[in-house]
């Protein structure tokens, strides 16, 4: 018989943009988060170093941005319950349309996210400043 889990795990991390919600244990070789992005908010344009991701719009309206780079960029409107997977070094961002409702599944947080653009003025995120409480935003 399998070993059941002992309690739950979840972690809340407050971005400018909405909200996440990590499901899966840190210590795990796999990320699962939900995210939660406000009306009319976009994430980073970004890229990162070694990251893999999988999303899929649960709610709402997005748009997901996608290219090698700035000239090649391309908006494509997610489709509910369709996954869009983004190897590591493709730039990338999501942009709510209204309120929307994000699942990523993704290998782990390591490496470096490069914010190529940032609404927030954010810096690029390191593993040192995944770290920190909200990974270094002060909401």
């Known amino acids: 018989m399998a070993n059941l889990p002992e309690k739950n795990f979840q972690k809340i991390v407050r971005k400018p943009w909405g909200r996440e919600i990590l499901y899966v244990p840190e210590n795990l070789e796999r990320v699962g988060k939900i995210l939660f992005i406000d009306a009319n908010k976009r994430l980073s344009l970004q ?45 990338h961002r999501i942009e709510s349309l209204e309120d929307s409702v994000i699942l990523e599944v993704s290998s782990p947080e390591k490496g470096t996210t490069f914010r190529v653009e940032d609404d927030f003025g954010r810096p690029d995120e390191t593993e040192k400043l995944r770290l920190q409480p909200n990974r270094g935003w002060n909401s």
């Open 47 to 91: 890229r990162h170093s070694e990251k893999e991701e999988t999303l899929c719009l649960f709610s709402g309206k997005s748009l997901l941005w996608l290219g090698k780079d700035r000239d090649s960029l391309k908006k494509i409107k997610m489709e509910p319950y369709s996954g869009y997977t983004i190897e590591p070094g493709t730039l």
